[in-house]
């Protein structure tokens, strides 16, 4: 069924009451009102009577309908000015006068009122995508939602009060976001299970690609990546978007064979891309539909009730704004609580008994990631919401619960998934060298690697634990243990992984044993989500990490030291001026570390106060860590390349959740048995004890990597890498690529 006309019924169905809260919303603009919150309202008033007319727009002249498919009479310089005219208030340049920043919010409406009027505005502007993709409904709530906040105003200015009480806008927040769950929580799911939902496919497979207007057709914010991507792929030969499609759509079926699982079972595949990509994407849906399987596109979420704190799932185009994005990344604290906990459950498990065919059916997510862009540091404002302990406890449960309930419609281990990267033009002036260097990786020898990682897999099989130490400056020192193999001719602890889900090839890795695994895991930096880490450090004690922390925000503390310096210098030997100062530097110092803990808590631990160790795992993709020494791109590159590039360590869930019951082969026939940990067995006795909903890869780089030895029961030692190279017997080859990545960093040290 044609996606305009799957809606066509909701949208008449809701027409009456869009047309008289637009009606109501367009008066406001002769309304008197009172200061300050006056001018908070008439800005926010005209942004919907802007989304008004896009909506005419869109509805009228079929911008993603006939039209739309074949081109739209707008020009591209006239969509470029809509589309910045949409995002220009969250844009860095105009955020420090938006109402959508919460620290602008609270200086101009006053702290509590700040914060909630920023919330309102920041859940409106969704409306954008709603428009494009003509979701009235969605539109219509959220005027209402507007009018009805506007109306507790009205009515304190005719009692002559200057606000009403907080409570009451409190109250209608909650209440809209509880009442209307069943609106964007069951869409939310259905938009990641129904091809019939194709608005995104249909761009990628109707529109022009060669016309880039049909970046514009999305209702994303469009900047100069997109543009540059697009144009990129499109001035590649058919040969190389045909190798990158295959690779990727191949990945996605090796999957199901490699774990034995039947694909002829499955109807869709959730496709998740960067915008840019439409060329390669159209190919992969035709390899897709060859195999059997329609595509699902679906968009990156809108509303607060339905985005992740880390990361987007969907297609998407760039962040106009990351630190708009990172403010309200903890939104939810607005309304999370154990009522609403239940009820978004109650939502999500009547959603997928909706939709339990079409889950059935799928098979699983295809991923394109990007990478290239520096890492982003953000700003930690006291005015943002955010989650206290409660709500923090509340929102890990729902994760694991959530999870709970996908399972039961779509079970682990029939499903599978693939992950694949490219770079962005924000990499640098050697894109495209980079570009063609990323296709190279991601087709390396599957055979050749799988030899090699088996002889690294024979020597590990021998061994009770493995010991990781670092080297000039890498603090590391881990001890990792193995399970216990009964037969070792039948059995194996380490997976080879070659490509398959996880592109590129080039690692083996393990579910270690918790208890005796402990040490410290330091890492000058590393790239993890859109975060760049430096000086990492995590402590394990039996499996488990106790401590950790990050030297992000040490610039304050230095800062904060060189002020108070010269501070106690203009006050010549004053010492109680010295003491002071001394004082100021600890604080700064003490802040610099309690805010690294709290970023490395976010990201990395998903806001866990502890994680188990979930993989360990050995890379051997040296030709990617010689790229990227080439290139100087080492830390800019994603986990899913840079994971491959040395040993790296997962906090969290096992590689196997909600699989560990399914076995697991390698090429050579013997089942690998490291599936299971302490945590995880748990599952028997009490499932919410036995995930965490995430699984995170911190890498130490061949350059810091001094030690990996394999220790017998007896305590010899098999060394696998010594001072950072491979000399296990059959390993030598992946040396070549350590040796070249070294001399051209040489090289680069002798310019």
């Known amino acids: 069924m044609d996606y305009r006309i799957l809606l066509q019924e909701e949208n008449d169905a809701v027409r009456e009451r869009y047309e008289l809260s637009m009606e109501r919303i367009r008066s406001m603009d002769t309304e008197e009102m009172g200061l300050p919150y006056g001018c908070y309202f008439k800005k926010v008033s005209a942004f919907i009577r802007g989304i008004e007319r896009l909506a005419k727009r869109v509805e009228e002249t079929g911008l993603n309908g006939e039209e739309g498919l074949e081109g739209t009479s707008l020009t591209l310089e006239a969509l470029q000015e809509e589309n910045y005219a949409l995002y220009k208030d969250i844009l860095p340049e105009n955020y420090r006068e938006s109402f959508a920043n919460p620290d602008y919010a609270v200086e101009v409406l006053g702290d509590g009122y700040g914060q909630l009027l920023s919330f309102l505005y920041t859940e409106i502007r969704a409306d954008i995508v709603y428009a494009f993709e003509m979701r009235l409904m969605n539109i219509t709530i959220l005027n209402e939602l507007f009018l009805e906040v506007y ?72 900047s100069e990546t997109e543009i540059k991507l697009a144009s990129f792929m499109n001035s590649l030969p058919q040969e190389t978007i045909d190798q990158m499609a295959s690779t990727y759509t191949e990945g996605f079926r090796k999957g199901f064979q490699v774990m034995g699982r039947d694909l002829k079972k499955k109807r869709t595949v959730v496709v998740e891309f960067q915008l840019g990509f439409e060329r390669m994407i159209r190919r992969a849906v035709e390899y897709f539909r060859e195999m059997g399987l329609e595509p699902i596109c679906y968009r990156a979420a809108v509303e607060s009730v339905n985005r992740r704190a880390n990361g987007r799932r969907g297609y998407y185009g760039t962040s106009p704004n990351k630190q708009y994005d990172y403010d309200h990344r903890y939104d939810s604290a607005l309304y999370m609580g154990n009522a609403f906990k239940e009820r978004k459950l109650a939502v999500l498990r009547s959603a997928y008994e909706t939709y339990r065919k ?108 493995v010991l990781i130490t670092g ?225 995170t890869d911190i890498t130490i780089p061949y350059s810091e990597l001094g030690d990996i030895k394999a220790v017998r029961a007896d305590g010899s030692l098999i060394d696998i890498i010594r001072q950072g190279r491979f000399v296990l017997e059959g390993t030598e080859e992946l040396n070549e690529a350590l040796d070249e990545a070294d001399d051209g960093a040489a090289g680069l040290d002798c310019e």
């Open 151 to 222: 109306n507790l105003f009205a009515q304190a200015w005719e009692e002559g009060k200057n606000a009403p009480l907080e409570q009451l806008i409190k109250d209608s927040l909650y209440w809209f976001v509880s009442d209307y769950a069943e609106v964007t929580v069951d869409w939310r799911i259905r938009e990641g299970l129904d091809p019939a939902l194709s608005f995104g496919t249909d761009i990628v497979m109707k529109r022009d690609l060669t016309d880039l207007r049909y970046l514009y057709a999305y209702g994303e914010y469009v």
């Open 358 to 465: 079409e889950a059935a059916w799928c098979a699983g997510p295809a991923l394109v990631e990007t990478f290239g862009e520096e890492g982003f540091a953000p700003e930690n404002k006291k005015s943002a919401l955010a989650l206290n302990a409660h709500q923090e406890a509340l929102t890990l449960a729902y994760a694991n619960e959530s999870r709970q309930i996908v399972n039961q419609y779509m079970p682990g281990d029939e499903t599978s998934f693939t992950i694949i990267a490219f770079p962005k033009p924000e990499i640098g002036p050697d894109f495209e060298a980079v570009f063609s260097e990323t296709i190279r990786i991601n087709t390396l020898d599957y055979e050749k690697y799988q030899k090699i990682q088996q002889c690294i897999i024979q020597a590990l099989d021998e061994a009770g634990y």
């Open 471 to 695: 080297r000039d400056g890498n603090e590391t020192s881990m001890k990792v243990a193995l399970h216990p193999l009964r037969d070792r001719k039948k059995e194996t602890n380490f997976e080879n992984c070659v490509s398959d889900v996880n592109i590129p090839l080039g690692e083996v890795f393990t579910s270690p044993i918790l208890k005796g695994t402990e040490g410290l895991l330091h890492v000058k930096n590393v790239y993890v989500e859109d975060y760049q880490f430096r000086n990492l450090r995590m402590v394990f004690k039996d499996g488990k990490v106790t401590e950790y922390s990050c030297g992000n925000f040490e610039d304050m503390g230095e800062a904060g030291a060189a002020g108070n310096d010269k501070s106690a210098e203009a006050v010549g030997n004053d010492k109680d001026a010295g003491a002071a100062g001394n004082d100021k530097d600890a604080g700064a110092a003490g802040d610099a570390r309690r805010q690294g803990q709290a970023l490395v808590k976010q990201v990395i631990m998903r806001n866990h106060d502890w994680l188990p160790l979930g993989e360990f795992a050995i890379g051997t993709n040296t030709t990617a860590y010689a790229v990227a020494r080439r290139f100087s791109i080492g830390d800019k590159l994603p986990i899913l390349i840079a994971e491959k590039m040395g040993p790296h360590f997962a906090v969290g869930d096992t590689c196997y959740s909600f699989a560990e019951d399914s076995p697991m082969y390698n090429p050579d026939g013997r089942e690998v048995i490291a599936r299971d940990n302490e945590i995880s067995l748990l599952r028997k006795t009490d499932m919410s004890k036995a995930y965490f909903s995430c699984h």
